[in-house]
T-cell receptor, first 116, second 112 residues
């Protein structure tokens, strides 16, 4: 079974530029998560989709971040314009259901973003 | 108060010893608890999950949960240098909507 795919793996941009990350979850997984992990910290949930609907985006900085999951499969996370503090690893995860507390999340390899 | 708290470490243990990692959480409505291992530069991978009070063993790993004390721990027996990583505690709660909260992680070093 293929895992969660993410691209690109690394990205370096200057502040005020825009950037987009792509994620393809495990086949059949209904729920997709985007996390931000700053060095030395645990992952912080940015947005959670169940199929193509948003379940939780309470920690997404909506003035600069946006995400979509068209057709309920792959997803794109965009930052526009980027700030220095956006430098982090952006992790995508998926789970089979997402609606139960016992659901296991599987993580992709992440995208390391550096904002100069 | 942080929702999920872990000692950042580093925790250093000799090879073959027992490593004990601890985690406390603030939401009494939390129902599921997970331990993830994260090697440097890699993504988190699930190693244990626990849902009810008591101990759960899987190979060299034992997770312990005490909901009354809002405390969950991970024991690693016969620690190996390959266990050196950051261990993340994650807590799932249905209070105010289903969500997963991660702790900041504890760095573990196993000395050969």
């Amino acid at each position: 079974e293929a895992g969660v795919a993410q691209s690109p793996r690394y990205k370096i941009i200057e502040k005020r530029q825009s950037v987009a990350f792509w994620c393809n979850p495990i086949s059949g997984h209904a729920t997709l998560y985007w996390y931000q992990q700053i060095l030395g910290q645990g992952p912080k949930l940015l947005i959670q989709f169940q199929n193509n609907g948003v379940v939780d985006d309470s920690q997404l900085p909506k003035d600069r971040f946006s995400a979509e999951r068209l057709k309920g499969v792959d997803s794109t996370l965009k930052i526009q314009p980027a700030k220095l503090e956006d430098s982090a690893v952006y992790l995508c995860a998926s789970s089979l259901l997402g609606s139960t507390s016992t659901d296991t999340q599987y993580f992709g390899p992440g995208t390391r973003l550096t904002v100069l | 108060q942080k929702e999920v708290e872990q000692n950042s470490g580093p925790l250093s243990v000799p090879e073959g010893a027992i490593a004990s990692l601890n985690c406390t959480y603030s939401d009494r409505g939390s129902q599921s608890f997970f331990w993830y291992r994260q090697y440097s530069g890699k993504s988190p991978e699930l190693i244990m999950s626990i849902y009810s009070n008591g101990d759960k063993e899987d190979g060299r790993f034992t997770a312990q949960l005490n909901k009354a004390s809002q405390y969950v721990s991970l024991l690693i027996r016969d620690s190996q240098p390959s266990d050196s990583a950051t261990y993340l505690c994650a807590v799932n709660s249905n209070t105010g909507g289903f969500k997963t909260i991660f702790g900041a992680g504890t760095r573990l070093f196993v000395k050969a």
